[in-house]
């Protein structure tokens, strides 16, 4: 769990946000997934 979670940051790293709204906005979309995927189980 918590490799995918860094994976997830090194890749918006990576990808690569211009603004601080856009990289909250996406630290939110992971969060989100994360979510969603511990719920799944």
């Not at 860094?6 to 990576?14: E, K, M, T, V, Y």
């Not at 990808?15 to 630290?27: E, I």
């Not at 979309?29 to 979510?35: A, D, T």
């Amino acid at each position: 769990m918590k490799k995918l979670f860094a994976l997830s940051i090194i890749a918006l790293i990576l990808t690569g946000c211009n603004t601080v709204n856009g990289f909250g906005k996406d630290v939110k979309k992971v969060g989100e997934s994360l979510e969603g995927a511990s719920t799944k189980k």
